[in-house]
């Protein structure tokens, strides 16, 4: 069988969009399944690569596709554009007679959309076209980013556009309890809940490396630790604000915050960070974020728009408490007290709080840490990809019963 993923992004780009249609991609390729991904083309990158683009990333090239009986997927590029005040964010643009004729040319029994816009919302036309089913993926709650970057006028907007995308097909993926009870509230029914898997060999407290924490001058500090995209939407300002409160009761080289990744925000936190913040920039996800998850001793993120949170998986895979704000996806996996510390949303001083108590509390890191790798081991992708799999499976036999209905009630088909 044949799926088609259409994605407005795809690696070297690296999110949690990109990651986990690349995992989709490749775990359907070994269950069998024929994959071809239409995603944006990347400018090359050497070791300069952009913030948010992961330099070792496979390339969309021709020598790194796959092809039938490979188990990698094929991919095919479109040419896109920088974005307007974010230049590492690429713009595609899926000309649609081009796509129509990919869909021709491949056969898919299935076309995924990844993403609602460009790419997505062309692929969904093609697919249309031909009559072949449609699912679709809800990662990204870009309604609240709107109010984030001074846009909540085009909230409502926004979720309409998204709604009339998710209802026009078949079935929609999310990762969250919270994800979905929002789809609801848009209006879109048939929501299935997947997505939420990690890597627990590869994301795993066995590479933790004093090595590494030696080369980033960690010595004996207590090392807090945050992974993502330098944004607004991710409220990174509140990690800041609470290590800076926390500093003040602790010796110069008592604590330590770490910050792995890049973005629009990235040069006003670099001003005026607090003492014992060490900014890494974007990190291979592959090859160097395991060793950094593990060398640390606690994760911190106060994000409230995650659809999922695949950071906090990762951490907590690592074995690492994590002190976050329990909204969007991360409430479905956080628990108080058992693998990690739950603070309220704005909350800077009950941040500070929580980060001061595992950082003192005899044996307290080695509890919750030993919760939250339990959490993430119970979260195999395979299984998930198992579960991709039969869904795929039973959407396209809905579909070929419905067009076998006319003809088993003797009525010329339509």
Same mark, same amino acid.
């Given at each position: 069988?044949?799926?088609? $993923?259409?994605?407005?992004?795809?690696?070297?780009?690296?999110?949690?969009?990109?990651?986990?249609?690349?995992?989709?991609?490749?775990?359907?390729?070994? %269950?069998?399944?024929?994959?071809?991904?239409?995603?944006?083309?990347?400018?090359?990158?050497?070791?300069?690569?952009?913030?948010?683009?992961?330099?070792? @990333?496979?390339?969309?090239?021709?020598?790194?596709?796959?092809?039938?009986?490979?188990?990698?997927?094929?991919?095919?590029?479109?040419?896109?554009?920088?974005?307007?005040?974010?230049?590492?964010?690429?713009?595609?643009?899926?000309?649609?007679? %081009?796509?129509?004729?990919?869909?021709?040319?491949?056969?898919?029994?299935?076309?995924?959309?990844?993403?609602?816009?460009?790419?997505?919302?062309?692929?969904?036309?093609?697919?249309?076209?031909?009559?072949?089913?449609?699912?679709?993926?809800?990662?990204? !709650?870009?309604?609240?980013?709107?109010?984030? $970057?001074?846009?909540?006028?085009?909230?409502?907007?926004?979720?309409?556009?998204?709604?009339?995308?998710?209802?026009?097909? +078949?079935?929609?993926?999310?990762?969250?309890?919270?994800?979905?009870?929002?789809?609801?509230?848009?209006?879109?029914?048939?929501?299935?809940?997947?997505?939420?898997?990690?890597?627990? @060999?590869?994301?795993?407290?066995?590479? +933790?490396?004093?090595?590494?924490?030696?080369?980033?001058?960690?010595?004996?500090?207590?090392?807090?630790?945050?992974?993502?995209?330098?944004?607004?939407?991710?409220?990174?300002?509140?990690?800041?604000?609470?290590?800076?409160?926390?500093?003040?009761?602790?010796?110069?080289?008592?604590?330590?915050?770490?910050?792995?990744?890049?973005?629009?925000?990235?040069?006003?936190?670099?001003?005026?960070?607090?003492?014992?913040?060490?900014?890494?920039?974007?990190?291979?996800?592959?090859?160097?974020?395991?060793?950094?998850?593990?060398? @640390?001793?606690?994760?911190?993120?106060?994000?409230?728009?995650?659809?999922?949170?695949?950071?906090?998986?990762?951490?907590?895979?690592?074995?690492?408490?994590?002190?976050?704000?329990?909204?969007?996806?991360?409430?479905?996996?956080?628990?108080?007290?058992?693998?990690?510390?739950?603070?309220?949303?704005?909350?800077?001083?009950?941040?500070?709080?929580?980060?001061?108590?595992?950082?003192?509390?005899?044996?307290?890191?080695?509890?919750?840490?030993?919760?939250?790798?339990?959490?993430?081991?119970?979260?195999?992708? !395979?299984?998930?990809?198992?579960?991709?799999?039969?869904? $795929?499976?039973?959407?396209?036999?809905?579909?070929?019963?419905?067009?076998?209905?006319?003809?088993?009630?003797?009525?010329?088909?339509?």
């Amino acid at each position: 069988m044949r799926v088609l $993923y259409c994605t407005d992004t795809y690696l070297p780009q690296v999110n949690g969009v990109s990651v986990v249609t690349d995992v989709s991609a490749r775990g359907l390729g070994e %269950r069998g399944w024929e994959v071809c991904v239409l995603a944006p083309r990347y400018p090359s990158h050497g070791s300069g690569a952009p913030h948010g683009v992961n330099p070792a @990333a496979r390339p969309l090239d021709p020598a790194a596709q796959g092809g039938p009986g490979s188990g990698l997927p094929r991919v095919e590029a479109v040419p896109s554009l920088p974005a307007p005040r974010y230049p590492d964010l690429r713009l595609a643009i899926p000309l649609p007679w %081009r796509v129509a004729r990919l869909v021709s040319r491949f056969e898919p029994d299935i076309v995924h959309c990844a993403t609602e816009f460009a790419v997505g919302r062309v692929g969904m036309w093609a697919a249309t076209r031909a009559g072949i089913p449609v699912v679709t993926t809800y990662h990204t !709650n870009f309604g609240q980013y709107a109010t984030y $970057y001074g846009l909540g006028r085009l909230r409502g907007p926004l979720e309409r556009y998204i709604a009339g995308v998710h209802r026009a097909a +078949r079935r929609t993926y999310t990762p969250s309890s919270a994800s979905r009870a929002e789809l609801w509230r848009m209006g879109v029914s048939d929501v299935e809940i997947w997505g939420r898997g990690v890597d627990a @060999a590869h994301f795993s407290p066995e590479k +933790r490396s004093e090595a590494l924490r030696r080369r980033l001058g960690l010595g004996h500090a207590f090392t807090f630790l945050h992974v993502g995209r330098l944004a607004p939407e991710k409220n990174v300002a509140m990690v800041l604000d609470a290590f800076r409160i926390l500093t003040q009761d602790f010796g110069p080289d008592a604590v330590r915050l770490v910050v792995a990744g890049a973005g629009p925000a990235e040069a006003a936190f670099h001003q005026d960070p607090p003492r014992g913040t060490v900014f890494l920039g974007n990190l291979d996800r592959v090859t160097e974020l395991p060793a950094l998850y593990a060398s @640390a001793d606690a994760f911190v993120f106060a994000s409230i728009t995650e659809t999922l949170g695949l950071v906090v998986l990762e951490a907590m895979s690592s074995g690492l408490p994590v002190l976050a704000v329990p909204a969007g996806g991360v409430g479905d996996h956080l628990r108080d007290g058992a693998n990690g510390i739950a603070v309220q949303p704005g909350d800077v001083e009950g941040m500070a709080r929580g980060m001061r108590v595992v950082a003192t509390a005899s044996g307290l890191r080695e509890r919750l840490g030993a919760g939250a790798r339990a959490t993430a081991v119970a979260l195999d992708w !395979n299984a998930e990809l198992d579960r991709l799999d039969a869904s $795929y499976r039973l959407v396209c036999d809905e579909v070929a019963a419905v067009r076998q209905l006319p003809a088993r009630l003797g009525l010329r088909s339509a």
